[in-house]
């Protein structure tokens, strides 16, 4: 079993910067990609931001510039540092995750529970 566990959302003035974490935990041997999703009520949830085992990141347009996914693989955790802050990014976060659970098996993909972002104008 994995569980991923997101924190560090709330309500920030336009402008601002905000800082998600999500910490991985359970019964695993790996993480390949691990990085953030959004999902604003009444649209699709949205890549934000990835990592990949390699180390290489992927960002949506929407926040080049302005997001950085980062990742500790020693905690098993990513962070995504959020700057300039807009009301368009006001959404529920979530981690997403590709899991190595077993050996012999391919990687799991699991999703947190998601952090409220709210950006105010």
């Known amino acids: 079993q994995v569980q991923l566990v997101e924190s560090g959302g709330g309500l920030v003035q336009a402008g601002g910067s905000l800082r998600l974490s999500c910490a991985a935990s359970?019964?695993?041997?790996?993480?390949?990609?691990m990085g953030w999703y959004r999902q604003a009520p009444g649209k699709e949830r949205e890549l934000v931001g990835v990592?990949?085992?390699?180390?290489?990141?992927n960002y949506a347009d929407s926040v080049k510039g302005r997001f950085t996914v980062s990742r500790d693989n020693a905690k098993n955790t990513v962070y995504l540092q959020m700057n300039n802050l807009k009301p368009e990014d006001t959404a529920v976060y979530y981690c997403?995750?590709?899991?190595?659970?077993?050996?012999?098996?391919?990687?799991?993909?699991?999703w947190g529970q998601g952090t409220q972002v709210t950006v105010s104008s």
């Open positions: 997403n995750a590709y899991v190595i659970t077993t050996l012999f098996r391919a990687a799991n993909e699991y």
């Open positions: 359970g019964r695993f041997f790996s993480i390949n990609a």
């Open positions: 990592s990949t085992s390699g180390g290489n990141t």
